[in-house]
C-alpha cells in the first residue's frame, strides 16, 4: 500500500527565492510562489498539504538572544503588498496557512511533521534551508527542494549530501553558527574543519572533551572563545517540535481549489496564462426551453414582448457568411431563464407556417418602440438586412458592452462570458450539429436539440445583459455606448452588405506584371549575393547576409538565437546603403502585395453578389479603431506606387462614382486642441500648411524659406512627438545624427511648450487613476504605468497618449458615418457607404448625385464635434478608389 504523505511548504523560503529570481514581472513573487504551487500539487499530488508562514511578532529566540536577526534588512518594499495576495491565493487553492505567535515557520513544520510521522504518514519538508535537515528523520521525515536536486532526502541520504551524520547536523550548524540570522558560531572554523573534528570527536560535546587535542591554534582558541555561548547558540539552532499543534488528517487533507475564484484573482494581476491554464468550474444547468411552432403560441409571446418592450433575440442560419446564410429560426427571451425557439425553416417544415412565422416576428423587429438586444448584433441585423427585413429601434449588444467595459481583453464570445462572468457552460455548436465531415447545417439539426441550443444563446444572453448594462452605467461608459458603438451596428451591417465592386481584369494584368518584376528582382538578389538560395528562408538569408557578404549583426531572434532577417533589420541595413537588403525589400513588398491582394481579391468575389464584402471589426482595437478583414483595408500601403495601384481595382458600379473624403492632420488637429498650443492653434485656424510652420519654428527660417525636406523633417516630428519618439528614433528616421535630433527636439518644445505640458498631463492623470478617457469617455485600463519594468512603463505612456488622440479620430470618424447614413436615407439618396479605412470614408452613388452626395460628406465630416481647431476634410471624386486619393 502506498504510505500518504503530508507536504509542509516554507512560505517565505520560496516566496524570497520567487521575488530575487524572477524578474520584469509586477507581483513577480504572487507568480513564482504560485507556479512553484502549482508543479508541486501536479508533479507529487500530496494527499495532506499546509504552507508554514512566520509571524511578525517576537519569537522566543528573540527573547533569549535581543540580537538575534538584528542585521536582518527590512522587507523589500515591493514585496510588502504581495505577501497579501499570496495569502488570498493560497486561501483559493482551499490549503491551510499555519502560523504562531511567538514562533518561526521553521517550529511549525518541525512540530507538523512530528506529529504526522507519530501517525505513519509520511512528513515531507518543502524548503531549501539547510536547518531543516535536523527535522529529518529516518524515511518517516525527509526534505524536498527540486531546485535543489533533492527529492524525498531520508536520514540514509543526509552524509553524502551534507557530509555529517544526521544526529550532528544540530551541533554543525552551531559551530557554523548562522550570520544571515547573527547567530554566533565559533570563529576560525570552518566547514572543512567544522566536520572533520565531528568525525573525530562525534558531537560537540565530545570536542570541548577532547579540546587540547586539537592543534590548530585559531580553532582551539575559537572553540574556547564559544564556550560560554554554545548552548544559546545552540537552542537558537535547534528547531522545536513541541509546540501546541496537532496534526488532523481533515483539516490538512488536499481539497478542491476555487477554480473560478482563482480565475478571478489572475485576471486581476494580469497573470494570463495562469488564467488560461486554470480552467472554469462551471454549471450545466437543463431548463425547460419552449417550441413555438403553432401560430397562437407565438402570438402570445409577442404580445408579452410588446408589453415589456425589451426583448433578446438570436438567430440561427445556414452560415457564417452573412451574405449567404439562410434564415432558419429565432430565438426569444423574454426575461433570465425563460426562452423560446421559433423554428422557421428546418428540414420538413410546411412554407405556409414559416411564411406566417416570419411576418409576425418580422413586426416585433420593425417595431421602434421596442428594444431588441443580442449578442454581436451586426451579424443578425445583418443577415436580416440582406433578408429584406427592418431591424428598427434601440438595438442593444452585450457583446460591445464587454468590449467597451474590458477593451484590452481580446475575448468577447457568449460562450467566454458565459464561464467569465456566469461560470456557466454552453452547449457548444458541435454538440447539436456535429464536427468535420459529420457537421451538418443548422436546418438539419432536430428540433428538441435546436430548441435547447438557440434558446440558451436567447437566455445567456439575457442574463449577460443583466450584468453588463448595469457596469456600463456604473464606470461612466454610457455616453461613447449610446453616442458612437450602439448607433454604428446597423450602419456597419449596411457596409457590409453593400460590399464593392473589383475589376477583375486589371488585377489579372497586374499579376502578370508583377510576376514579372518579381522574377527581376529574384535575378538581382541571386547576383548580389553572388548564389542562389531559397530567399524565403530566413536561415539561408542570414548565412548570406551576415556570414557571406559580412554585413552588421543588428540583432536576433528571441527563441532561437539566430539571425533575424525582420523587416526592421532590412529597413536599417537598407538605410546604411547595402544594395542586398535594399533588393530583399522590395522583392518581399511585390510578393506580399501580390499573393495578399492582386491575386487573393478575386477569389474573394461573393458569386451571390460579385461584389467582395469586407468584414468591419468594432471589437478588436482598444483604441476604439476599426479593423477589417477578408480584405485587410487598413494593410493596402498607399505610400508607394504599387499600393495605390492595387487601389485603383476598386471600382464603383456601372454609371456611378466614388465619392471619397479624409481628415486632413484630424490627430494633429486634436493635439492642438487638447494642449491649446498657440502656435498649432493659431496655424489650424489660418488654414497654414502646419507641417511648414512647424519646419519655420523649429529650424529658424521663414516660412516661405521652407524646402521640401525641412517640411518631411517637421511632419516626422510632429507626428513622432505625439506620440514620444525618442531622439534615437527621430535620428533613424531623418538620417540625422542623436544630437542634431535633440536638439530639433528641444526647439519644438521650447516653441511649443503646451505640447509637452499636455503629454505630462495626460501621463500623470492615467497614472493616478490607472486609465485614460477619450473625448467621448471610452476608457482603456493602463496597467503598464503601475508596473515596475521601465519599458512597460513607457510603452503605457505611449498608449495613453495615443488612445486618447487615436481613439477619439476613431470616435469623430463613427459619428461622422452614423450622421451620413442617416442623412442618406431621410434625403432617400441612392449612394451608398462602403468602406472606412482609418480617417477615410469612401461611398459610390450614380453620377447625378455626385455633387449632393459631395456636399454632404464634406458636411458632415467636418461638423461632427466643434473643437478648438476646424475639422477638414478633403473630398475627392474618382472611377477608382486611386482617383480619390
Not at 179 to 202: F, H, M, Q, R, T
Request: with cysteine; glycine share 6%; charged share 30%.
Amino acid at each position: 500500500m502506498t504510505r500518504e504523505r503530508f507536504f509542509i511548504v516554507d512560505a517565505f523560503a520560496h516566496i524570497f527565492r520567487s521575488f530575487y529570481a524572477i524578474r520584469n514581472i509586477d507581483n513577480n513573487a504572487v507568480y513564482g510562489f504560485t507556479m512553484m504551487l502549482r508543479k508541486l500539487i501536479a508533479d507529487e499530488n500530496p494527499e495532506y498539504l499546509a504552507i508554514a508562514f512566520d509571524t511578525s511578532e517576537p519569537t522566543f529566540r528573540k527573547e533569549l538572544y535581543p540580537e538575534y536577526k538584528a542585521n536582518r534588512d527590512a522587507m523589500p518594499e515591493s514585496l510588502v503588498p504581495q505577501i497579501p495576495l499570496i495569502k488570498e491565493m493560497i486561501e483559493g487553492y482551499n490549503i491551510p496557512m499555519v502560523a504562531m505567535p511567538g514562533f518561526e515557520a521553521d517550529d511549525i513544520i518541525g512540530t507538523l511533521a512530528k506529529r504526522a510521522a507519530e501517525q505513519g504518514v509520511q512528513a515531507v519538508i518543502v524548503s531549501g534551508d539547510k536547518d531543516m535537515l535536523q527535522l529529518v528523520q529516518g524515511d518517516d521525515i525527509v526534505m524536498f527542494d527540486p531546485k535543489k536536486g533533492v527529492h524525498y532526502l531520508g536520514e540514509a541520504g543526509i552524509p553524502e549530501f551534507f557530509g555529517c551524520r544526521p544526529n550532528q547536523i544540530i551541533d554543525l550548524l552551531s559551530i557554523w553558527g548562522d550570520s544571515a540570522d547573527n547567530i554566533p558560531g565559533v570563529k576560525g572554523v570552518g566547514e572543512k574543519g567544522a566536520k572533520k573534528y565531528l568525525a573525530e570527536y562525534g558531537s560537540l560535546d565530545g570536542i570541548y572533551e577532547n579540546l587540547d587535542k586539537i592543534t590548530a591554534k585559531r580553532a582551539r582558541t575559537g572553540f574556547e572563545e564559544a564556550r560560554e555561548t554554545i548552548d544559546l547558540t545552540k537552542t537558537l539552532i535547534t528547531i522545536r517540535t513541541d509546540l501546541d499543534l496537532t496534526f488532523d488528517k481533515d483539516t490538512y487533507v488536499r481539497k478542491e481549489p476555487d477554480a473560478n475564484g482563482l480565475r478571478a484573482f489572475f485576471t486581476r494581476l494580469d497573470f494570463k496564462s495562469l488564467v488560461d491554464a486554470t480552467p472554469p468550474k462551471l454549471k450545466r444547468i437543463s431548463r425547460d426551453y419552449q417550441l413555438l411552432d403553432t401560430e397562437e403560441r407565438l402570438k402570445e409571446v409577442l404580445a408579452e414582448i410588446r408589453d415589456k418592450g425589451f426583448f433578446v433575440f438570436d438567430i440561427e442560419t445556414t452560415s457564417l457568411n452573412t451574405i449567404e446564410a439562410e434564415l432558419v429560426g429565432m430565438a426569444l427571451a423574454t426575461e433570465v431563464n425563460q426562452a423560446y425557439y421559433v423554428p422557421l425553416r428546418h428540414e420538413g417544415q410546411d412554407a405556409t407556417w414559416s411564411d406566417s412565422a416570419e411576418a409576425l416576428l418580422k413586426d416585433v423587429l420593425a417595431d421602434t418602440n421596442i428594444i431588441k438586444c443580442a449578442h454581436n448584433a451586426k451579424y443578425d441585423i445583418s443577415v436580416l438586412f440582406n433578408l429584406g427585413w427592418d431591424v428598427a429601434g434601440r438595438i442593444e449588444d452585450t457583446m460591445l458592452m464587454s468590449y467597451l467595459i474590458n477593451p484590452n481583453e481580446d475575448r468577447h464570445g457568449m460562450d467566454h462570458l458565459a464561464e467569465k462572468l456566469l461560470n456557466y457552460r454552453t452547449i457548444h455548436f458541435d454538440e447539436v450539429a456535429g464536427s468535420g465531415k459529420d457537421m451538418v447545417t443548422f436546418d438539419k439539426v432536430p428540433l428538441d436539440k435546436a430548441c435547447n441550443y438557440a434558446a440558451e444563446d436567447a437566455d445567456i444572453t439575457f442574463q449577460l445583459y443583466d450584468i453588463l448594462f448595469p457596469r456600463l452605467k456604473e464606470q461612466d461608459l454610457h455616453r461613447v455606448y449610446d453616442t458612437v458603438e450602439r448607433p454604428l451596428i446597423p450602419v456597419l451591417a449596411r457596409v457590409e452588405n453593400s460590399g464593392v465592386q473589383i475589376d477583375e481584369g486589371y488585377l489579372k494584368t497586374m499579376s502578370a506584371k508583377m510576376a514579372e518584376e518579381i522574377e527581376a528582382l529574384e535575378q538581382a538578389i541571386y547576383e548580389l549575393a553572388g548564389e542562389e538560395f531559397n530567399i524565403k528562408s530566413t536561415k539561408q538569408l542570414g548565412v548570406i547576409l551576415f556570414e557571406k557578404l559580412g554585413l552588421p549583426t543588428v540583432k536576433k531572434t528571441s527563441k532561437t538565437k539566430s539571425y533575424s532577417t525582420d523587416q526592421s533589420v532590412l529597413e536599417t541595413l537598407s538605410a546604411k546603403g547595402h544594395a542586398l537588403p535594399a533588393k530583399l525589400l522590395e522583392y518581399r513588398m511585390f510578393t506580399k502585395l501580390k499573393s495578399t491582394y492582386v491575386d487573393a481579391l478575386p477569389t474573394m468575389i461573393c458569386p451571390k453578389t460579385g461584389r467582395v464584402h469586407s468584414s468591419f471589426n468594432q471589437f478588436v482595437a482598444a483604441t476604439g479603431r476599426l479593423s477589417s478583414n477578408n480584405p485587410n483595408l487598413q494593410n493596402i500601403p498607399i505610400r508607394t506606387e504599387m499600393g495605390r495601384d492595387i487601389r485603383a481595382a476598386f471600382v464603383p458600379r456601372d454609371g456611378w462614382v466614388f465619392v471619397a473624403a479624409d481628415y486632413s492632420q484630424i490627430e494633429l488637429r486634436l493635439m492642438a486642441h487638447f494642449s491649446g498650443d498657440d502656435t498649432l492653434v493659431q496655424g489650424f485656424r489660418s488654414g497654414e500648411d502646419i507641417h511648414r510652420r512647424t519646419a519655420g519654428e523649429i529650424m529658424d527660417v521663414d516660412v516661405n524659406l521652407v524646402t521640401d525636406d525641412m517640411r518631411r523633417a517637421a511632419k516626422s516630428i510632429n507626428f513622432g512627438l505625439i506620440y514620444g519618439m525618442g531622439e534615437f528614433r527621430l535620428a533613424q528616421e531623418l538620417g540625422i545624427t542623436r544630437k542634431k535630433a535633440r536638439e530639433y527636439m528641444e526647439t519644438y518644445f521650447e516653441k511649443m511648450p503646451r505640447v509637452l505640458g499636455f503629454r505630462d498631463e495626460v501621463i500623470e492623470k492615467a497614472r493616478e487613476i490607472g486609465e485614460i478617457r477619450t473625448y467621448f469617455g471610452r476608457h482603456r485600463q493602463l496597467p503598464e504605468l503601475a508596473s515596475r519594468n521601465k519599458n512597460l512603463q513607457a510603452q503605457g505612456e505611449r498608449l495613453a497618449v495615443n488612445t486618447l488622440i487615436q481613439g477619439t479620430a476613431a470616435e469623430i470618424i463613427k459619428i461622422a458615418m452614423i450622421r451620413l447614413d442617416e442623412a442618406i436615407r431621410e434625403q432617400d439618396l441612392q449612394a451608398k457607404l462602403l468602406l472606412q479605412v482609418h480617417d477615410e470614408l469612401v461611398l459610390e452613388c450614380p453620377e447625378e448625385e455626385k455633387e449632393v452626395v459631395s456636399r454632404l460628406l464634406g458636411e458632415t465630416m467636418e461638423h461632427v464635434v466643434h473643437f478648438e481647431v476646424p475639422l477638414v476634410a478633403e473630398v475627392r471624386t474618382g472611377t477608382n478608389w486611386k482617383e480619390t486619393k
